[in-house]
């Protein structure tokens, strides 16, 4: 069992930059990949980034390459999102979740999910 729980999110204006942090309950975190989702209002939870357990490799959809960096500390058991260069787009509940499996993208495919954290981005 995995408890995630995220923080760091809040009102950024466009331009500005966001770490989001999910901290893991357990001894095996090192054994999950962990990956970021974000939702926003009426749309589908979408895929944001993916880190494998060592944090050795990571993936991102084009939406967000080049301005998201996905990290993790295994002592601290925490995975980070950091965000530059915000958009009003990037307005969403972000999520952390955790799989025993790297590389996966779709919503189903994951196991643990923490509550979210809103971020907004104000224009």
């Known amino acids: 069992q995995v408890q995630l729980v995220e923080s760091g999110g809040g009102l950024v204006q466009a331009g500005g930059s966001l770490r989001l942090s999910c901290a893991a309950s357990g001894r095996t975190f090192r054994s999950y990949a962990m990956a970021w989702f974000r939702q926003a209002p009426g749309k589908e939870r979408e895929f944001v980034a993916t880190i494998s357990g060592s944090g050795g490799v990571t993936y991102y959809p084009d939406s967000v390459k080049g301005r998201f960096t996905i990290s993790r500390d295994n002592a601290q058991n925490t995975v980070y999102l950091q965000m530059n260069s915000l958009t009003p787009e990037d307005t969403a509940v972000y999520y952390c979740?955790?799989?025993?499996?790297?590389?996966?993208?779709?919503?189903?495919?994951?196991?643990?999910w923490g509550q979210g954290t809103q971020v907004t981005v104000s224009s």
């Open positions: 979740a955790a799989s025993k499996v790297y590389g996966r993208t779709n919503v189903v495919q994951y196991d643990y």
